[in-house]
Structures are given as structure tokens and as C-alpha cells.
């Protein structure tokens, strides 16, 4: 039980990171956004 809350919470930390990287890429296109998004999201973890 204690591994697979472990192993899912790597998981999670991958798709955020992945998903940081999405939001990188959009950057230019909307800036403003995407920057008070990374702002939150890096709070919350």
C-alpha cells in the first residue's frame, strides 16, 4: 500500500513537470496567463 502512494505520486510529479513544459512552449502566445499559473502551481507543491 505505502509503494503504490509512492509510485503515484511520482507519476503525478512527472505529468506536472511535463505539463510545465507545455505551458512553457505557450508561452508567447498568452504570457500573462501561463506565467500566474506556474506561479500557483509551484505553491502547491
Known amino acids: 500500500m505505502h509503494n503504490k502512494l509512492i509510485t503515484i505520486i511520482l ?3 512527472h ?3 511535463l505539463l510545465l ?3 512553457e512552449k505557450t508561452d508567447s502566445s498568452s504570457f500573462k496567463d501561463q506565467s500566474k499559473i506556474k ?3 509551484k505553491t502547491s507543491l
Open 21 to 23: 513544459l507545455l505551458l
Open 11 to 13: 507519476i503525478n510529479n
Open 39 to 41: 506561479k500557483t502551481s
Open 15 to 17: 505529468y506536472i513537470s
